[in-house]
């Protein structure tokens, strides 16, 4: 079955970099059509989409963060990261790692439990 | 890109039948059948209960269906459950450079 596991800091300075790593299990990023994104949720507020990448290394961004965000794969690893530059309290989050359904059908069928990012010096 | 408009809440009572409505944009929700929704309860990630407007994944009861009119989506509750007390979320393709973008959130409580 599909599993993915969200990891990284759980407090981070303002300015600062943040470094996620999402480990997956189940399928496999070098398989054609796979697509794994990353969505946040401030604490009490919506969800909101960053970033995702496909098998073949397309990369698509949130343009409002666009200039922050790197997304990346390890195939061999079964792992994705993110990191998002300039950290500020307002990115104070819960971050979530969710799979794709499908090659480019817009819905993510699984995901990780999340992992609380703080943003606090 | 803005985020899709929800209502803020929506409560029914157990057995009745609840709709959340979802609205964008002829680029997001109106021009694409790709709009999925999402339950969110307290504390746990969220999970996926309709895709493509109207599809459900393995598993969903069929009480939660999907539907899209113009530039509004709607999801519907039938036979409201207590353990369908939760929050919701609705999710487009855009045909901006963004490619996904989620609703406002709704709160449903039954009663």
């Known amino acids: 079955q599909i599993t993915l596991k969200e990891s990284g800091p759980t407090l981070v300075k303002p300015t600062q970099t943040l470094t996620l790593t999402c480990t997956f299990s189940?399928?496999?990023?070098?398989?054609?059509?796979?697509?794994v994104g990353w969505i946040r949720q401030p604490p009490g507020k919506a969800l909101e989409w960053l970033a995702l990448?496909?098998?073949?290394?397309?990369?698509r961004y949130s343009p409002s963060l666009k200039s922050r965000l790197t997304i990346t794969k390890d195939t061999s690893k079964n792992q994705v990261v993110l990191t998002m530059t300039n950290m500020d309290p307002v990115d104070t989050a819960t971050y979530y790692c969710?799979?794709?359904?499908?090659?480019?059908?817009?819905?993510?069928?699984?995901w990780g439990q999340g992992t609380l990012v703080t943003v606090s010096s | 890109q803005s985020a899709l408009t929800q209502p803020a809440s929506v409560s029914g009572s157990p057995g009745q039948s609840i709709t959340i409505s979802c609205t964008g944009t002829?680029?997001?929700?109106?021009?694409?059948?790709?709009v999925s929704w999402y339950q969110q309860h307290p504390g746990k990630a969220p999970k996926l209960m309709i895709y493509e407007v109207s599809n459900r994944p393995s598993g969903v009861p069929d009480r939660f269906s999907g539907s899209k009119s113009g530039n509004t989506a709607s999801l519907t509750i039938s036979g409201l459950q207590a353990e369908d007390e939760a929050d919701y979320y609705c999710?487009?393709?855009?045909?901006?450079?963004?490619?996904?973008?989620f609703g406002t959130g709704t709160k449903v409580t039954v009663l």
């Open positions: 189940g399928f496999s990023l070098s398989t054609s059509g796979v697509g």
């Open positions: 990448i496909y098998w073949n290394d397309d990369k």
């Open positions: 999710s487009s393709y855009t045909s901006s450079s963004s490619l996904y973008v």
């Open positions: 002829s680029s997001d929700v109106g021009g694409y059948n790709y």
């Open positions: 969710a799979h794709e359904i499908a090659a480019h059908r817009p819905a993510f069928d699984y």
